[in-house]
């Protein structure tokens, strides 16, 4: 029996794995979380195959609870679900310690799939996912995205998405200063000055779709 804890901050998303899941008779869920945190501890208390975890979350992120389970050496082997599907937020998420990467357009099939074969400690990438690593590694460029670290990252992606800093705080459970801070440093390491030098940074090295942004300020 393959035990699963799914961990999103959206209760809908949760339903439908749910719904998928437990049809199947090797695949049992046994927990549910709304947050990093929580999925932390279920996972520490209940040490299931599986988790499946979405990557943006208010408070600690997928990433960050990622890192955690692999650096505590817990059995739970990561599968990471999320919209974003570009090459580098994959490879940061791989680097983290997920087993298994998919993307909320998946279908029943590739899910389960991905679960089981997860479940039998083999790596799992979608599809898509799989081929534009395969082409960041065969470019062979080095990104000065890689200079940030997770939270920079995230805190980067939400700016030129035209959020301000209390929604971005308010997102990632951190204070307006402290995301400033944030923002001052990842500036800093990308030697740009305004959001819409990052937002066109960030389009020239494949992190940015230009029709689905707004730049703020």
């Known amino acids: ?21 437990e049809q199947q008779p090797d695949i049992r ?26 990557v943006h979350m208010p408070g600690m992120s997928g990433i960050e609870l990622t890192e955690r389970v692999s650096r505590a050496n817990l059995p739970t082997h990561i599968v990471v679900v999320t919209v974003v599907d570009d090459a580098r937020f994959p490879k940061r998420l791989l680097d983290a310690g ?5 993307t ?3 279908s029943a099939d590739e899910l389960l799939g991905a679960v089981r074969q997860v479940a039998g400690g083999r790596r799992y990438l979608a599809p898509a996912v799989a081929q534009q690593l395969a082409l960041a590694t065969l470019d062979g460029d ?6 940030l670290s997770t939270r920079e990252l995230e805190v980067a992606m939400m700016l030129v998405r035209g959020k301000a800093l209390t929604s971005i705080g308010e997102q990632l459970s951190l ?32 992190l940015l779709d230009t029709h689905n942004h707004q730049v703020g300020n």
């Open 29 to 54: 869920i046994c927990g549910e979380a709304g947050t990093a945190e929580e999925g932390l501890s279920l996972i520490r208390s209940l040490k299931p195959a599986i988790a499946l975890v979405d």
């Open 142 to 147: 080095s990104s000065p995205f890689d200079a």
């Open 175 to 206: 204070s307006p200063k402290t995301v400033s801070t944030y923002k001052q440093r990842l500036m800093e390491k990308l030697q740009v000055d305004h959001v819409i030098s990052l937002a066109h940074l960030m389009t020239i090295h494949g």
């Open 104 to 106: 909320k357009g998946c």
């Open 1 to 21: 029996m393959i035990d699963v804890v799914l961990v999103d901050d959206h209760e809908l998303v949760r339903t439908g794995f749910r719904m998928i899941l």
């Open 98 to 102: 997920a087993l298994g990467y998919l």
